[in-house]
């Protein structure tokens, strides 16, 4: 912990470094072009004494998690008929595939175009976003389930559920948990793209607005505070679920 701070107030120094050598000094960049430290600082107090941030960030995290719930359930399914179904794996697949590569952002223009500029818009990016990702990465987890394990199972009389339930759940576990934490990450990016596309209040917005207004500290304030709740999420939830499943199995 202690060399984690360390490494931080020196990357902090480099930042104030770099842009007093070439914003003070040499005047080499604009100050309206360049964040510095003291800036987005200044900027953090402000946003969070009206309130802003913390309400950007609330709004966020509530629609994040509601869009990605959402798409691990329509995730999982799409996932398990792929792997269950030989016609969907051979031609669905690949369009699933195909869609996984599309940037959120063009998922944008049908969200408005259906929902409006509203909340069902934003969520609508986020499931699209994240959704086909599981469902590859559900398909991807059973198939690396060793052949062994299902054999010997379907020897002794398990039936359909009994198998998924008891042998292919647990023994794919962890890379479920691996996908899951993929789809999170999808989902928060693609939560970004469908915000700064809307008028609702959220970090995504609170960016746009900080474009808007030639406030660079403010664009990279948001930046910064999406970075963060990124890592407290990880850290905080699937990293622990996931050294929890790994000790459990003696892997970690």
Same mark, same amino acid.
Request: proline content about 4%.
């Given at each position: 912990?202690?060399?984690?701070?360390?490494?931080?107030?020196?990357?902090?120094?480099?930042?104030?470094?770099?842009?007093?050598?070439?914003?003070?000094?040499?005047?080499?960049?604009?100050?309206?072009?360049?964040?510095?430290?003291?800036?987005?600082?200044?900027?953090?107090?402000?946003?969070?004494?009206?309130?802003?941030?913390?309400?950007?960030?609330?709004?966020? &995290? *509530?629609?994040?998690?509601?869009? =990605?719930?959402?798409?691990?359930?329509?995730? $999982?399914? #799409? !996932? &398990? *008929?792929?792997?269950?179904?030989? =016609?969907?794996?051979?031609?669905?697949?690949? $369009?699933? #595939? !195909?869609?996984?590569?599309?940037?959120?952002?063009?998922?944008?223009?049908?969200?408005?175009?259906?929902?409006?500029?509203?909340?069902?818009?934003?969520?609508?990016?986020?499931?699209?976003?994240?959704?086909?990702?599981?469902?590859?990465?559900?398909?991807?987890?059973?198939?690396?389930?060793?052949?062994?394990?299902?054999?010997?199972?379907?020897?002794?009389?398990?039936?359909?559920?009994?198998?998924?339930?008891?042998?292919?759940?647990?023994?794919?576990?962890?890379?479920?948990?691996?996908?899951?934490?993929?789809?999170?990450?999808?989902?928060?990016?693609?939560?970004?793209?469908?915000?700064?596309?809307?008028?609702?209040?959220?970090?995504?917005?609170?960016?746009?607005?900080?474009?808007?207004?030639?406030?660079?500290?403010?664009?990279?304030?948001?930046?910064?505070?999406?970075?963060?709740?990124?890592?407290?999420?990880?850290?905080?939830?699937?990293?622990?679920?996931?050294?929890?499943?790994?000790?459990?199995?003696?892997?970690?």
């Amino acid at each position: 912990m202690i060399g984690l701070i360390i490494f931080l107030i020196l990357l902090v120094a480099a930042w104030q470094g770099f842009y007093w050598v070439f914003v003070d000094l040499l005047a080499v960049c604009k100050p309206y072009s360049v964040p510095s430290p003291g800036g987005v600082a200044e900027r953090c107090v402000e946003l969070l004494s009206d309130g802003t941030l913390l309400q950007a960030t609330g709004n966020s &995290l *509530l629609r994040g998690i509601a869009g =990605y719930a959402a798409a691990v359930i329509l995730g $999982i399914i #799409l !996932g &398990l *008929l792929i792997n269950h179904f030989k =016609y969907l794996q051979k031609n669905l697949k690949p $369009i699933v #595939l !195909g869609i996984q590569t599309l940037p959120s952002v063009c998922w944008v223009p049908f969200s408005i175009l259906w929902f409006g500029l509203s909340t069902q818009a934003i969520l609508f990016v986020v499931v699209m976003g994240s959704a086909f990702s599981i469902a590859i990465s559900v398909d991807n987890a059973i198939k690396n389930v060793q052949p062994i394990y299902t054999k010997a199972a379907l020897t002794m009389g398990a039936g359909k559920g009994q198998l998924y339930r008891h042998v292919i759940f647990p023994a794919s576990l962890p890379e479920l948990i691996s996908g899951m934490k993929q789809g999170w990450s999808f989902a928060w990016r693609a939560l970004m793209a469908g915000e700064v596309m809307t008028t609702s209040i959220g970090l995504g917005q609170t960016l746009i607005m900080g474009r808007d207004l030639a406030d660079i500290d403010q664009v990279m304030l948001v930046m910064l505070v999406i970075v963060l709740v990124g890592i407290i999420i990880d850290k905080c939830i699937f990293s622990v679920i996931e050294n929890r499943v790994l000790k459990k199995r003696g892997l970690a």
